[in-house]
C-alpha cells in the first residue's frame, strides 16, 4: 500500500494536512467541539457513559476531541444542573481516565474552561435545579429571573485564581490543551458587554478595562499550564445582539489577547438569548457553514490559527474553506453525534457514507429532558458505554423478511445483515424510503434527501435482498416463511369525518408535501403539529398564502423546544396561525371555524389535511399471527418521529 494510502488525502488534502497548536502535532485540520451532555454525576464527575462517548469521537478520526464546559469556581460559577466541576473532590480520576482513553483512541485531549457568570445563579437553559446561591455578574441588574449582584473585587480575583488551578488540573489530569470560553454569553462574555458591564471601576468603562478580567484568566491559564502548552480561546465574532458585542469589536477583543493564546475558535450569539440559540447552533433554516465569515473575519486581523464553527458536516466544504483561507480549522459538534466517524470515513474516501445531521436538536431536546444525549440518526449516539461490549454477530445465522422500506425497515435490513442474517426486504410502491420523501421533501430538509440515500446505498451494501412493488400479506408471510419477520409497514394519514372532506380541493398532507403544484394560491392547513408547521414554511416559500388550523393553544407545540425556537418564527412568517380553533366544515370557499364561540370562514383554494397518522394495527397483528419470531418497528407500532423508526429498528435487529 506504501507510507501514502489515504484517498480523502487527494480529495481533501487541505483538510488532512497537518498543523502544529503550541506543543502538539495535529494529525489534521478536524476537531471535535466542545459539547457537554448531562452525562455527569451530581458531584460534577465524569460518569463511564460520558468517557466512552469522548473516546468514540477519538475512534472516529478527528484530530482533537474537546470536552465543554467544565466548571473552573462551582460556587458561582455553575450554570446547569449537571456539569465537570473542576474544584470538586473526586473530579481527578475520571478527569484522568477519559484523557487516557481520547488519546488510546487516537486524538488528543482538550477541555475547555468556563463559568456561567450571573447565568450561575439565575435560571438558565440547562439548569433550573441545584444552582448557585447567589447571581454574580459584572453589574447589579434585575432579571425576570431574580437579582443579579455586582461580582466584588475580591471575588474576580478569586475566579482568576480558580483559572489557574482548573488548568492546571487539566494538564495534570493528562488534557493536551485547554480552551477558554469567553463567548455565548457567559461570564466573560458578560463582562464584554458595554450595557450587562456598567461598572465604574478598573473593570468596566472601555473596552480595554471590560477585557481586563479575561486578560487576567488568560495570564493565569498560561501560569497554571506554563509555556507551549496549547491555549485555545472561544470568542464571539459578533454577539448579534443589542446587549452584545459587535463584529468591529470583537476583531478589537481577538488582537488585544493575540500574545496569550495559540488558537482562536470563533463563534457567535448568546445560550440564554432563545431568539440567538438557533444561529448559535444554526437550525435548519440557516445555511451550512452561516457563522463561518466571523471567523474568517478575525483570521484577516491575527496572526494565530483561527478554528470556525456553524453546523458544518461536509468535508468537501471544510476543504473549501481551510482551501481558501476563511479559516485553519474546522470545529463540528452536532455532526459528530450523527456520525461520530466522520472524519475517518472522508479520510478514507467514503464521504458518501457519512450520516448527515439533521439539525433537529433532539441531541438538545434529550440532554435537557433526561440528562442522558440521543440523535435522531445515530441509535447508538448516547449508548457508547453499553456497545463497547455488545457482540455484533449473531449466534445464528436466520431468514429474515423485512416488511417495509421506510427509515424503520431500512435500518433493520442493513443491522441485520451486517451482522451475518439472510435478509430480504419487500416494498410495496417503487422505491425505498418510505416516509422520508415527503418529510424531505421542503426546501431546508435536503439534510433528510441525503439520510434517504445513505440509508439506501447502505442496503445495498449490506448485501440485502429487495422486493419492490410488492405488499407483505399473511399469505406472503406464509409462503415465504421467514425464520423472523420485521413489520415496520408504516401508518396511515388520519382522514377525519369532517363534512366536506370529500371537496375536490382537498388534499391530504402528504400528497401536498411531495406535490405542491396541486396547490392553489391560498392554501388552509388544518392541523399545526410539526408536519403543518413545516408545511407551511414550505408552501410559503413556493409562493403560496398559508392559514394554519389548530385545536390546541400552541402551534407545534409537541416540537422540542430547541427546535420549535428556529421553526416559530418560520411559521409566524409563513403563514397566519389560529390557534385555539376547530375545524366545522370545509366549504366551497374554504374552511368555517370555530373559535371562543364564534363561526367564521378561513378563505383557502386549497385545503391541506395534516391532522396526524395513525398505526394500522390490524394489519401488523394478521402479519405477525404468521410468525412466532416478529418484531415491530417505527410507525406501525406506535406513530412517532425518525428516532424512534432508527433506534427501534437498530436494537430490534441487535436482538435477532
Not at 484530530?63 to 462551582?74: D, F, K, L, N, P
Not at 445555511?287 to 463561518?292: A, D, E, L, W
Not at 398559508?546 to 412568517?573: D, H, Q, W
Request: charged share 25%; with cysteine; glycine share 10%.
Amino acid at each position: 500500500m506504501g507510507a501514502k494510502c489515504c484517498k480523502g488525502k487527494e480529495k481533501y488534502p487541505h483538510l488532512f494536512s497537518p498543523i502544529r497548536i503550541g506543543n502538539i502535532r495535529l494529525k489534521n485540520r478536524i476537531i471535535a467541539a466542545p459539547t457537554s451532555p448531562s452525562m455527569i454525576t451530581t458531584e460534577g464527575h465524569f460518569t463511564p457513559e460520558m468517557t466512552a462517548y469522548l473516546e468514540e469521537k477519538a475512534k472516529g478520526g478527528v484530530a482533537v476531541v474537546t470536552y465543554g464546559e467544565s466548571i473552573v469556581h462551582s460556587a458561582t460559577g455553575k450554570s446547569h444542573n449537571k456539569q465537570l466541576q473542576l474544584d470538586s473532590f473526586g473530579v481527578k480520576q475520571g478527569m484522568a481516565q477519559t484523557a487516557r482513553a481520547i488519546h488510546n483512541a487516537g486524538a488528543y485531549a482538550n477541555i475547555q474552561l468556563s463559568h456561567g457568570g450571573k447565568y450561575g445563579g439565575l435560571v438558565s437553559v440547562g439548569g433550573d435545579q441545584d444552582g448557585c446561591e447567589v447571581a454574580y455578574g459584572p453589574s447589579h441588574e434585575m432579571t425576570p429571573a431574580g437579582e443579579v449582584q455586582e461580582m466584588p473585587k475580591e471575588l474576580i480575583l478569586e475566579i482568576v485564581e480558580s483559572y489557574k488551578t482548573g488548568a492546571k488540573l487539566c494538564k495534570d489530569c493528562g488534557f493536551d490543551m485547554v480552551q477558554v470560553h469567553a463567548a455565548h454569553g457567559w461570564l466573560f462574555s458578560q463582562f464584554l458587554s458595554p450595557v450587562m458591564n456598567q461598572r465604574t471601576d478598573e473593570f468596566g468603562g472601555s473596552l480595554e478595562n471590560r477585557a481586563r478580567f479575561l486578560m487576567m484568566a488568560l495570564d493565569a491559564v498560561r501560569e497554571g499550564v506554563g509555556p507551549r502548552f496549547p491555549i485555545e480561546i472561544r470568542i464571539s465574532g459578533d454577539d448579534l445582539t443589542d446587549v452584545g458585542l459587535g463584529l468591529e469589536d470583537c476583531v478589537k477583543v481577538a488582537k488585544m489577547v493575540e500574545d496569550k493564546v495559540d488558537l482562536f475558535n470563533v463563534s457567535c450569539g448568546n445560550h440564554e438569548d432563545p431568539a440567538m440559540f438557533c444561529r448559535t447552533h444554526p437550525s435548519a433554516f440557516f445555511k451550512r457553514g452561516v457563522n463561518v465569515y466571523l471567523a474568517a473575519e478575525i483570521k484577516k486581523n491575527v496572526s494565530k490559527p483561527v478554528a470556525c464553527v456553524g453546523s458544518l458536516n461536509d468535508p468537501a466544504q471544510m476543504e473549501e474553506i481551510i482551501a481558501t483561507g476563511q479559516a485553519d480549522i474546522v470545529e463540528i459538534g452536532r455532526a459528530l453525534l450523527a456520525d461520530p466517524y466522520l472524519a475517518k470515513k472522508a479520510l478514507e474516501g467514503n464521504a458518501e457514507d457519512i450520516t448527515p445531521c439533521l439539525r433537529c436538536y433532539e441531541c438538545f431536546g434529550e440532554t435537557s429532558k433526561s440528562e442522558t444525549v440521543k440523535c435522531t440518526v445515530n441509535p447508538t449516539m448516547g449508548q457508547q458505554y453499553p456497545e463497547k461490549t455488545r457482540k455484533q454477530t449473531a449466534d445464528t445465522k436466520k431468514r429474515v423478511l423485512i416488511a417495509g422500506g421506510g427509515p424503520a425497515g431500512m435500518e433493520a435490513a442493513i443491522t441485520a445483515a451486517l451482522r451475518g442474517h439472510d435478509v430480504t426486504l419487500v416494498e410495496k410502491s417503487g422505491e425505498l424510503g418510505g416516509n422520508l420523501h415527503p418529510a424531505g421533501a421542503a426546501y431546508f430538509k435536503e439534510d433528510i434527501r441525503k439520510l434517504c440515500k445513505v440509508l439506501i446505498s447502505r442496503v445495498e451494501k449490506a448485501g440485502v435482498k429487495v422486493v419492490l412493488n410488492t405488499e407483505v400479506t399473511p399469505e406472503y408471510v406464509e409462503t415465504f416463511d421467514p425464520d423472523a419477520l420485521f413489520v415496520a409497514i408504516g401508518s396511515n394519514e388520519l382522514r377525519p369525518p369532517i363534512k366536506g372532506m370529500d371537496l375536490p380541493h382537498v388534499i391530504m398532507a402528504i400528497d401536498a408535501e411531495l406535490h405542491p403544484e396541486k396547490l392553489g394560491k391560498k392554501v388552509a392547513i388544518m392541523g399545526g403539529g410539526l408536519v403543518g408547521g413545516e408545511a407551511a414554511v414550505s408552501f410559503h416559500h413556493e409562493g403560496k398564502e398559508c392559514s394554519i388550523i389548530e385545536m390546541k393553544s400552541k402551534i407545534a407545540g409537541e416540537v422540542n423546544s430547541f427546535y420549535r425556537g428556529g421553526l416559530m418564527p418560520e411559521i409566524e412568517k409563513a403563514a397566519t396561525c389560529y390557534a385555539d380553533t376547530k375545524v366545522k366544515e370545509i366549504v366551497p370557499e374554504g374552511v368555517l371555524c370555530e373559535k371562543d364561540g364564534k363561526e367564521f370562514v378561513i378563505e383557502a383554494d386549497s385545503v391541506v389535511c395534516a391532522l396526524g397518522f395513525r398505526a394500522p394495527y390490524d394489519k401488523v397483528d394478521a402479519l405477525c399471527d404468521k410468525v412466532d419470531e416478529y418484531y415491530i418497528i417505527g410507525d406501525c407500532k406506535n406513530v412517532g418521529q425518525i428516532y424512534h423508526a432508527t433506534n427501534q429498528a437498530y436494537y430490534a435487529a441487535m436482538r435477532l
